[in-house]
T-cell receptor
Framework: GQQLNQSPQSMFIQEGEDVSMNCTSS?????WLWYKQDPGEGPVLLIA?????ELTSNGRLTAQFGITRKDSFLNISASIPSDVGIYFC???????????FGAGTTVTVRA | EPEVTQTPSHQVTQMGQEVILRCVPI?????FYWYRQILGQKVEFLVS????????KSEIFDDQFSVERPDGSNFTLKIRSTKLEDSAMYFC??????????FGPGTRLTVL
């Protein structure tokens, strides 16, 4: 499958801080998705992006579809304890059905 | 809100045994998928299914694997002869169009 490079791999943050993570790919994607996964559960869709340059918010979450179509970032503002989890980026190329996933960013929030 | 459901939540089997993992996709969805996640690793695509046939599969999805939509609601993944390395979380996903995919809670498969 396609290689998505997601960074950082993990982060420890103080409650109330902002969080940023990103994904880059060598391939062009038509769709970027951001998921959150809690331990032992399935990925839950947070934000979907469909157009280059698109900036979309969902509450304290903001994500952008890079203009090159090869990258995306996710910001979490004013983090709270329930933001703990693993965040995955996923992309879909134009002729694919499948999603390719990044390796995940593990977020731990210190109260 | 409609959800993808999966059964069982945990399956333990002996190496060489057949297992069937079951999924009920969201009711008006047309595209169905299986992914797996080995412990601590990223989610990997196995197969997609549309219009009663496989539309795409990965190199992981070899002859040991098969999928079926036996009726209007269920979508199954069968592993004919399980190997130790098949131990993983298996996720079913579905969507109505090409874009957002909604995942089920997963089945943890343990092969002994």
């Amino acid at each position: 499958g396609q290689q998505l490079n997601q960074s950082p791999q993990s982060m420890f943050i103080q409650e109330g801080e902002d969080v940023s993570m990103n994904c880059t790919s060598s391939s062009i994607f038509n769709t970027w998705l951001w998921y959150k996964q809690d331990p032992g559960e399935g990925p839950v869709l947070l934000i979907a992006l469909y157009k280059a340059g698109e900036l979309t918010s969902n509450g304290r979450l903001t994500a952008q579809f890079g203009i090159t179509r090869k990258d995306s970032f996710l910001n979490i503002s004013a983090s709270i304890p329930s933001d703990v989890g693993i965040y995955f980026c996923a992309g879909r190329r134009s002729n694919d059905y499948k999603l390719s996933f990044g390796a995940g960013t593990t977020v731990t929030v210190r109260a | 809100e409609p959800e993808v459901t999966q059964t069982p939540s945990h399956q333990v089997t002996q190496m060489g045994q057949e297992v069937i993992l079951r999924c009920v996709p969201i009711s008006n969805h047309l595209y169905f998928y299986w992914y797996r996640q080995i412990l601590g690793q990223k989610v990997e695509f196995l197969v997609s299914f549309y219009n009663n046939e496989i539309s795409e599969k990965s190199e992981i999805f070899d002859d040991q694997f098969s999928v079926e939509r036996p009726d209007g609601s269920n979508f199954t993944l069968k592993i004919r002869s399980t190997k130790l390395e098949d131990s993983a979380m298996y996720f079913c996903a579905s969507n109505r169009n090409y874009n957002e995919q909604f995942f089920g809670p997963g089945t943890r498969l343990t092969v002994l």
